[in-house]
Antibody
């Protein structure tokens, strides 16, 4: 069965960096686009970034553009999110999520999710 | 940006009853690109419905979605104890791809 397991969250001061990872199993990782979605405490979900199945195309929400970088290693079945210049408003539970579309442009909805990793930006 | 407004914020029902959840968009959602998810504390969100009315793999047929344009509905025909959770809608027709704030379905 599909499994997505996030890691790398923690408490970090404003302005610092953090890298999240998402280990995928149970499907052909290299054939599907992947996303990061976050949820701030008490708030709704917010789409953060997407990467195409081959890693060639990446898109970001305006709120993180220029600060966050999504990447993937298909040989390791792992998705990453490099977060730089972190702000208090980046505090959230970060989910990795699978796009349902096989080797095509992402559809931007999510058929499988991980349980999330918590990032807290605080001094 | 398309704003999705879900109502009610909280819905109190009993097992066996019918639940009707609403998701209203501030602009028309292109091609009915509307999804519904179920969220339970400590668990991964679960896709229920995509394309406004298509059930995702493994979703029981008591869950159904309908609607188009700006008005969408998730219906749970007969509530089971495991259905009490938060439900949120998401539009993926136009960037930014936005979510509603959620409806909490409680006993």
């Amino acid at each position: 069965q599909v499994q997505l397991v996030e890691s790398g969250g923690g408490v970090v001061p404003p302005g610092r960096s953090l890298r999240l990872s998402c280990a995928a199993s149970g499907f052909t990782f290299s054939s599907y686009g992947m996303h990061w979605v976050r949820q701030a405490p008490g708030k709704g979900l917010e789409w953060v970034a997407v990467i195409s199945y081959d890693g060639l195309n990446k898109y970001y929400a305006d709120s993180v553009k220029g600060r966050f970088t999504i990447s993937r290693d298909n040989s390791k079945n792992t998705l990453y999110l490099q977060m730089n210049s972190l702000r208090a408003e980046d505090t959230a539970l970060y989910y990795c999520a699978k796009d349902p579309t096989w080797q095509l442009l992402p559809k931007y909805y999510f058929d499988y999710w991980g349980q999330g990793t918590l990032v807290t930006v605080s001094s | 940006e398309i704003v999705l407004t879900q109502s009610p914020g909280t819905l109190s029902l009993s097992p066996g009853e019918r639940a009707t959840l609403s998701c209203r968009a501030s602009q028309s959602v292109r091609s009915s690109y509307l999804a519904w998810y179920q969220q339970k504390p400590g668990q991964a969100p679960r896709l229920l419905i995509y394309g406004a009315s298509s059930r995702a793999t493994g979703i029981p047929d008591r869950f159904s979605g309908s609607g188009s344009g700006t008005d969408f509905t998730l219906t749970i025909s007969r509530l089971e104890p495991e259905d009490f959770a938060v439900y949120c809608c998401q539009q993926y027709g136009s960037s930014p791809y936005t979510f509603g704030q959620g409806t909490k379905l409680e006993i």
